[in-house]
């Protein structure tokens, strides 16, 4: 595979990561299934609906590349670093995330049901109309996300840091913030989703 190069609807199952960076590189509906990219670094590269299922992305670095609308099951993502990316509209269902980096990056409408992301650094993130249903984000650092619109039934958020961060008042009934630190507002605007009247 070459750089500045188009690929779609292969089946890239065997391909893997190599020594040498992947560099603005265009996917379209390629299966990576069960592909071996440990290691793989991406710079400026665009997965669109690729399939990464039982893929390992374990210890990789991916640097402004797009991940849109992409079936990320079962994959090995520990170790991985992700800046300045978009994971738009994916899914990550079932994943070994932990730990991992996520900086300056749009997560919007991605599918991260009953993820484990304790103790994370999520702060900044584009979270918006994220599925975060029975997600463990205990002692996250959620300072400054965007969670407008955010699925978060059962949420853990114990212990976790939210000021700063944009959270529905339905989020903040549905989900588990025991512990949790607010801000001012957020305080607030929880207490109104609760029902109480705050003078």
């Given at each position: 595979?070459?750089?500045?190069?188009?690929?779609?609807?292969?089946?890239?199952?065997?391909?893997r990561?190599?020594?040498?960076?992947?560099?603005?590189?265009?996917?379209?509906?390629?299966?990576?299934?069960?592909?071996?990219?440990?290691?793989?670094?991406?710079?400026?590269?665009?997965?669109?609906?690729?399939?990464?299922?039982?893929?390992?992305?374990?210890?990789?670095?991916?640097?402004?590349t797009?991940?849109r609308?992409?079936?990320?099951?079962?994959?090995?993502?520990?170790?991985?670093?992700?800046?300045?990316?978009?994971?738009?509209?994916?899914?990550?269902?079932?994943?070994?995330?932990?730990?991992?980096?996520?900086?300056?990056?749009?997560?919007t409408?991605?599918?991260?049901?009953?993820?484990?992301?304790?103790k994370?650094?999520?702060?900044?993130?584009?979270?918006?109309?994220?599925?975060?249903?029975?997600?463990?984000?205990?002692?996250?650092?959620?300072?400054?996300?965007?969670?407008?619109?955010?699925?978060?039934?059962?949420?853990?958020?114990?212990?976790?840091?939210?000021?700063?961060?944009?959270?529905?008042?339905?989020?903040?009934?549905?989900?588990?913030?025991?512990?949790?630190?607010?801000?001012?507002?957020?305080?607030?605007?929880?207490?109104?989703?609760n029902?109480?009247?705050?003078t």
């Amino acid at each position: 595979m070459d750089d500045d190069a188009e690929y779609t609807d292969l089946d890239l199952s065997d391909v893997r990561a190599g020594e040498e960076p992947w560099r603005r590189r265009r996917f379209v509906r390629c299966r990576f299934t069960e592909a071996d990219l440990r290691g793989l670094v991406t710079e400026s590269c665009s997965f669109a609906e690729c399939d990464f299922t039982d893929a390992d992305l374990g210890e990789s670095t991916h640097r402004g590349t797009a991940f849109r609308t992409c079936t990320i099951h079962r994959a090995t993502l520990q170790g991985s670093a992700f800046r300045g990316c978009s994971l738009l509209g994916s899914s990550l269902m079932d994943c070994r995330l932990r730990p991992i980096t996520l900086t300056d990056c749009d997560l919007t409408l991605v599918a991260l049901g009953r993820a484990d992301l304790r103790k994370t650094d999520l702060s900044g993130l584009r979270l918006r109309e994220a599925n975060l249903v029975e997600s463990d984000l205990r002692e996250a650092d959620l300072q400054g996300a965007d969670l407008t619109g955010a699925r978060l039934l059962h949420t853990r958020l114990e212990g976790a840091d939210l000021r700063g961060a944009r959270i529905d008042p339905d989020g903040l009934v549905q989900a588990r913030l025991t512990g949790a630190t607010i801000d001012v507002e957020q305080a607030i605007a929880f207490a109104a989703a609760n029902g109480l009247r705050v003078t």
